[in-house]
């Protein structure tokens, strides 16, 4: 039977590790931090990579090999190179390919840490960076300048759950010779897959649904080898690798990754539907919701919506701040993408240093609630979110 023709899951689940003398079923743990040598000119040929082989755990070790594999499986990518965290799998990427006097494009809602990485610290070494509107992607090309090298988005966004269309972003990356790169954390590799529509780079923070228990921080950088080549060089030398404990975490979590994923958007599905039939609740966003924006897009490039439902509920920022204090089963948290609910007002939280105008801009209204549906019993989570509305 040849692999190339197992279905998602069973790749998921089949695709390991060679198995070692001891015949372990579960691939093991490799905690170490280096690899010995038969002799000087097993060293040499090491070290002169005419051989393919685990050197020193900041290169590469089993267990993070074993990862960047089925990630690689998942995407559809040649290549990768797995980080501690997903903000070090983003700035690695970047300081890999940038040199000063480079300029990004970007779209104007990614991720905070992102934001805060174009907009404060590379302007240090005269990278710069312009912002697209999600809502008139057709305006890109007015940004892009003879020393833009990277077109960089996320879809679907973070927290207003905007969808942006992968082929049209793939089509302009290649008219004007950009590297596409697209952050696809809230999709994960099992709904939606960059690669296919044109992207050069897919990044994840496996902290999320990847891991999806809460447990460890982890990233991922996948796709074209020759720039992988250059992300590789530039991690071995600056030492921002995931971890073999966390890596080894996350490939099992990768066994679990499609059942997990179904039933996460099942849940976020009934929730979605729930929250547009609530007299307190104006609007609710959710991709698969026919009254989302992007509706059409979102369906050509996903195969399911996703965990996280945002809504919009009636009075504003005061009536965001009691509904949390409100809330009893689900949890006031940071994260997403974890067994248990999550929910945030990013207007008085995480998005709250930016002006009313500013978060206007990136679709974060004061009445924004983000729900990271979990994988509770689905009524016990709408209860929850029934009484803290009510
Ligand atoms: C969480 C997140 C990151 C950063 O990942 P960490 O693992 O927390 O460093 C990057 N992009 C998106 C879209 C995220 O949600």
Request: charge should be negative; charged fraction near 20%.
């Amino acid at each position: 039977m040849s692999t190339e023709t197992f279905g998602f899951e069973t790749r998921a689940i089949r695709s390991q590790l060679e198995r070692s003398q001891y015949l372990e079923h579960s691939v093991p743990l490799y905690l170490s931090s280096s690899f010995v040598f038969e002799d000087a000119e097993d060293m040499r040929a090491s070290f002169a990579e005419e051989k393919d082989r685990n050197i020193y755990s900041r290169f590469s070790n089993p267990n993070t090999t074993e990862f960047v594999e089925k990630i690689c499986q998942m995407e559809g990518a040649e290549a990768g190179y797995a980080f501690a965290t997903g903000m070090a799998a983003v700035y690695s990427t970047f300081a890999a390919l940038l040199n000063s006097g480079d300029h990004i494009v970007s779209a104007s809602s990614v991720f905070g840490s992102t934001h805060t990485l174009f907009t404060k610290y590379f302007p240090k070494w005269n990278i710069t960076t312009s912002y697209f509107s999600i809502a008139e992607p057709e305006t890109i090309e007015r940004y892009i300048q003879p020393n833009t090298k990277i077109l960089y988005a996320e879809s679907p966004t973070n927290p207003a759950v905007d969808i942006l269309d992968l082929e049209y972003l793939g089509a302009l990356a290649k008219k004007h010779n950009l590297i596409l790169i697209i952050d696809n954390c809230f999709a994960t590799p099992y709904i939606q897959n960059p690669i296919q529509f044109g992207a050069d780079l897919v990044i994840h923070s496996a902290t999320k649904l990847i891991d999806g228990q809460g447990r460890v921080l982890g990233g991922i950088t996948v796709g074209k080898e020759d720039l992988i080549r250059e992300i590789y060089l530039f991690s071995r030398n600056t030492g921002p690798s995931l971890s073999p404990f966390n890596a080894w975490v996350l490939s099992k979590s990768l066994e679990t990754l499609a059942v997990r994923v179904e039933k996460h958007c099942e849940n976020a599905e009934k929730v979605a539907a729930f929250l547009e039939e609530h007299p307190n609740v104006k609007t609710v966003k959710y991709p698969f919701l026919k009254s989302h924006p992007q509706y059409e897009i979102a369906k050509k490039q996903m195969r399911l919506g996703g965990n996280i439902v945002a809504f919009e509920i009636k009075g504003g920022i005061d009536a965001g701040r009691q509904f949390l204090d409100k809330i009893q089963l689900c949890s006031l948290s940071a994260n997403l993408g974890d067994t248990r609910t999550i929910v945030t007002h990013p207007a008085s939280t995480t998005h709250s240093k930016l002006t009313e105008e500013e978060r206007l801009a990136v679709s974060i209204t004061d009445g924004l609630v983000r729900v990271s549906v979990g994988l509770e019993t689905i009524t016990d989570i709408i209860n929850d979110l029934k009484q803290a509305l009510s």
